[in-house]
């Protein structure tokens, strides 16, 4: 009986001790909880107290003594007496604030969030690793080794990463690795290069060759470029230089189009949501107060936290710089430093092909090219799966590229198996530019570090201390013949391909225009005088652009403040385009039997003054109305059963103004012949309808834009409590471009004085990884507001007042 | 009287050891310091439980209210019951059943 009794309870103790001493998955993973909820190790020990204490760390690998100074915002300034010594720091700094999120931002990349999440990841997985994430992470990886200062630049910041990962006993785990019970791996020059391609897949992977060879099937050329033109004839191009392209641009032989007899009934990949973007200008001398340029940009982003962007201040004898920092990468990304500052916009161009592949088999070892049959390479991507059985995934590659979709994965029929052909495979030299950008002290440098710049092509505006201000977009574009990569290709044949790529002298840029400024903001990047194809691989900007010209054009006498007004701006210019035009089409019989809430809606936006400002209400109608009148118009591509894309909503708008009898002003579905007018009114009556459910499933909050809008910035695994819900106003498509889940990632102003360099910023979130930290929200507010902070750009010794804590970082053996 | 000692000695060793070590060497510690002092099982496993869920209660608190209880609420959002409670109950749990084991070895019969 004791026996039993002892053995009983001996071995639940123990069972029980196990159970909670790992991790489980019902669906939702469930954190250790033994190990978690113990407050001498567990989450307990992430919560910070106040006082940010002094540190002094001895530091494998450092060969001298470096000073990080932390402001009261935890920027580090960090002073090193070498380069080697500063990446080693930073990568060291930026790992104690922002570990988690650059190992699972890389993870996410090269496709194995399933060790981390179980196998609920693993389509996921599959689908980078057939993107061919760690194929251009590899060919990254092979330009950062072949490169004497990337190397060295790279490897310091990996040493530096590396001797904090080391440093950790579990209690000092952020807090996301105790949630999901997984220690920190160590870091590696190749996940430099995943950066990088994390980077790429959200800025430059954006295409419609599907959807646009479906489209061109369906509806004719003729009705493919009236709903999806190549140019929306609005606004002025990012650069105009009409007829001062003074090059010989390179030549092809012209080729014809190979669209397939069938419908490609591949679901391509979720593209980037519509109305993302970024903008960014510069003001010159001749339009501010002090006489001197102002730089500013805020980059679009998906809003996350922490933040993509960690603020740093780099001083070295060689180099002094400040700004926006990507974690996982080394240099400033977006920033300045004492004579230049920069920022970037995406350029928006489609980068990507797809090429029709003909293999011989089903086997699909060999495939045709040029007459003859060449073999196909076949890589063998191991998944490993949490809790499960490792997954082998084989992918197909041709020279082409990668054959994303087939019949093991969401693929098509047989007929239609596509290589897929994107830049960032190719490696891009990571980071190069942006550790030349800032040792840059003038204009002609700022030239030779873009050189560098193969991808995420960006538009890269530019002002100096000196009063030069310029843009140039800069990429590795592949030259296009015209209307070519617009649809897909033929892969049997080698013409297809990319022969030829546009110098990088012969992109597009321009230097102290006669207007004296410059702005970017995704819109169609050169004059129609330039002599090679762009095609955007969806649409480009019709509205941001608009209305930052129509800001920045008069403006005189400019100081930062304005800058930051601007960046605030709520007007919606799509909305004064079209809602006169919908209102009017509201015809006598529906107006005589408006329901009190349809009336209630017509008066608000009637008085509406076009601002999307947080206490708005019209905001709110104009949006829901808008979004169900663009859906039902393009009920034909949403029902298609193949792929298809919307036309734009500035090209929505302007055949609704002068084709409103259009067929495609129909609903399919319906026997009855709809007209614009119908479905304008039908939409009216559907917004009005959701609006009003809106209302009554949130009395707690007040009815206006802001509340309903919700921009959310949301933590890396989706948990509400570690998320945050901003009150701001805006939209895609608006100069303020906070949507529900996108919007300005950094806000940066650099006024180049000759007195000393000025500059504001600002991100959601806040410097610490932690969600125990002081620091993890604490900009949300200034952020939300449009009130970016002073950044504290001095000498070392003017820091003293500002300082919150010093850390010294000691070499290992001193 | 005994209880009390018995109780007392489990939270302070359990103490010292989960500093440095594993959270579960609170149990080893329950187990050890029950075996010695032979207490029937019931009182047992309650001079266990209460000695680790106070100790544990007592540093969370400490941390919760030293840190301006920064993170606590997050958590509490993201667990299914109240952080404190389970923080308590768990730790409690195992120390208890530890020294219901310990008492159980030392039961004649």
């Known amino acids: 009986m004791k026996v039993f009794k002892v053995g009983l309870t001996a071995i639940i103790t123990i069972a029980l001790i196990y159970a909670l001493n790992r991790g489980w998955n019902f669906g939702t993973p469930i954190p250790p909880l033994g190990k978690f909820l113990d407050p001498f190790h567990g989450f307990w020990q992430n919560a910070e107290q106040e006082k940010v204490n002094d540190l002094e760390l001895k530091i494998p690998g450092l060969k001298e003594e470096v000073t990080v100074i932390y402001d009261s915002l935890l920027i580090p300034h960090i002073f090193a007496n070498n380069d080697e010594d500063l990446y080693l720091a930073q990568g060291y700094i930026t790992a104690q604030h922002r570990l988690w999120q650059m190992e699972f931002q890389t993870m996410a990349a090269a496709g194995r969030v399933s060790e981390i999440l179980g196998s609920a990841a693993l389509d996921y997985d599959r689908g980078q690793r057939r993107l061919g994430m760690m194929y251009g992470a590899q060919n990254n990886l092979k330009d950062i080794e072949s490169d004497p200062v990337l190397n060295s630049v790279s490897s310091s910041y990996t040493a530096g990463v590396n001797a904090y990962i080391k440093s950790?006993?579990?209690?000092?785990?952020?807090?996301?690795?105790?949630?999901?019970?997984?220690?920190?791996?160590?870091?590696?020059?190749?996940?430099?290069?995943?950066?990088q391609m994390n980077f790429s897949q959200t800025l430059n992977s954006g295409e419609k060759d599907l959807q646009f060879t479906n489209a061109l099937k369906a509806f004719g050329k003729e009705t493919l470029d009236l709903l999806y033109p190549d140019r929306e004839e609005v606004g002025d191009p990012i650069v105009t230089n009409t007829g001062k392209w003074n090059f010989k641009p390179v030549t092809l032989d012209s080729v014809p189009l190979a669209v397939p007899d069938e419908y490609i009934t591949i679901t391509p990949p979720e593209g980037k949501p519509r109305g993302i973007g970024s903008n960014n200008w510069v003001v010159g001398g001749k339009k501010t107060a002090t006489g001197s340029p102002i730089v500013c940009n805020d980059p679009h982003l998906s809003l996350g936290v922490p933040s993509l962007w960690f603020v740093v201040h780099l001083n070295s004898p060689a180099v002094n710089t400040m700004g926006g920092s990507l974690a996982g990468a080394p240099a400033v990304i977006l920033g300045f430093n004492d004579s230049i500052a920069w920022g970037c916009t995406n350029a928006q161009r489609d980068l990507v092909d797809w090429y029709r592949i003909q293999f011989k088999d089903s086997k699909k070892n060999e495939y045709l090219s040029d007459g003859k049959w060449i073999p196909a390479r076949k890589v063998i991507e191991q998944i490993n799966v949490k809790g499960g059985a490792t997954f082998y995934d084989t992918v197909t590659y041709t020279h082409h590229g990668p054959v994303r979709f087939d019949e093991s994965y969401h693929g098509d029929n047989e007929r239609n198996l596509f290589a897929y052909r994107w830049l960032s495979h190719d490696g891009a030299k990571p980071v190069k530019a942006f550790y030349l950008l800032n040792r840059a002290r003038n204009h002609r440098e700022y030239m030779e570090a873009l050189n560098y710049h193969m991808g995420p092509a960006q538009n890269f505006v530019f002002g100096s201390v000196s009063g030069d201000i310029a843009i140039r977009i800069q990429g590795k574009y592949p030259a296009r013949r015209q209307g070519e990569g617009k649809f897909v290709l033929d892969g049997t044949k080698t013409s297809t391909e990319w022969k030829k790529f546009i110098p990088f002298d012969q992109n597009v840029m321009i230097k102290n225009p006669e207007s004296g400024y410059l702005f970017s903001a995704n819109q169609y990047p050169v004059d129609a005088t330039y002599p090679y194809?762009?095609?955007?691989?969806?649409?480009?900007?019709?509205y941001r652009n608009r209305r930052i010209k129509q800001l920045l054009d008069p403006a005189k006498e400019i100081i930062p403040q304005d800058m930051m007004a601007l960046h605030n701006d709520n007007f919606n210019l799509q909305a004064y385009e079209s809602l006169p035009l919908m209102l009017s089409l509201l015809d006598s019989a529906t107006m005589a039997n408006l329901s009190s809430a349809e009336k209630y809606a017509f008066e608000d936006l009637r008085k509406w003054d076009y601002v999307n400002s947080i206490e708005t209400p019209g905001a709110i109608y104009y949006e829901e109305w808008w979004n169900e009148l663009y859906t039902a118009v393009w009920d034909e591509m949403k029902n298609a059963k193949v792929a298809m894309t919307f036309p734009s909503e500035f090209t929505t708008i302007k055949l609704m103004r002068e084709r409103p009898d259009h067929s495609f002003f129909d609903i399919q579905q319906t026997p009855a012949v709809e007209t614009l007018s119908q479905l304008t009114i039908d939409a009216f009556k559907k917004s009005v309808v959701k609006i009003e459910a809106w209302k009554s499933k949130n009395p707690q909050k007040s009815f206006d834009w802001a509340n309903y809008k919700d921009t959310y910035v949301q933590h890396l695994?989706?948990?509400?409590?570690?998320?945050?819900?901003?009150?701001?106003?805006?939209?895609?498509?608006?100069?303020?471009?906070?949507?529900?889940?996108?919007?300005?990632?950094?806000?940066?102003?650099?006024?180049?004085?000759k007195t000393g360099v000025k500059a504001w910023g600002v991100y959601p979130g806040g410097q610490s990884g932690n969600p125990g930290s002081r620091f993890y929200g604490n900009m949300m507010e200034a952020w939300e507001q449009s009130k970016p902070y002073r950044l504290k750009f001095v000498k070392r010794d003017q820091l003293k007042k500002s300082t919150l804590a010093t850390t010294t970082l000691k070499p290992a053996n001193s | 009287m005994k209880f009390l000692v018995?109780?007392?000695?489990?939270?302070?060793?359990?103490?010292?050891?989960?500093?440095?070590?594993?959270?579960?060497?609170?149990?080893?510690?329950?187990?050890?310091?029950?075996?010695?002092?032979?207490?029937?099982?019931?009182?047992?496993?309650l001079s266990g439980f209460l000695a680790v869920g106070l100790l544990w209660l007592g540093m969370a608190f400490y941390i919760d209210f030293t840190t301006d209880s920064i993170l606590t609420p997050k958590i509490n959002q993201l667990l299914p019951l109240n952080v404190f409670f389970m923080t308590t109950v768990i730790g409690g749990l195992i120390g208890?059943?530890?020294?219901?084991?310990?008492?159980?070895?030392?039961?004649?019969?």
Do not use: C
Request: no cysteine.
């Open chain 1, 717 to 753: 695994l989706r948990m509400e409590p570690l998320s945050f819900h901003a009150r701001n106003g805006g939209n895609s498509g608006i100069v303020n471009a906070s949507s529900h889940r996108w919007g300005p990632s950094w806000r940066m102003i650099v006024s180049l004085e």
């Open chain 2, 96 to 109: 208890g059943l530890a020294s219901l084991t310990a008492s159980f070895l030392r039961l004649r019969r």
């Open chain 1, 168 to 195: 950790l006993s579990y209690e000092d785990y952020p807090l996301e690795y105790k949630l999901l019970d997984y220690a920190p791996e160590p870091w590696s020059n190749l996940k430099a290069g995943l950066v």
């Open chain 2, 6 to 45: 018995q109780t007392l000695a489990i939270l302070l060793i359990s103490f010292a050891l989960q500093y440095f070590l594993p959270w579960w060497t609170m149990a080893i510690a329950a187990f050890a310091v029950s075996y010695i002092f032979d207490e029937p099982p019931f009182p047992s496993f």
């Open chain 1, 533 to 542: 194809y762009v095609q955007s691989g969806d649409f480009f900007e019709a």
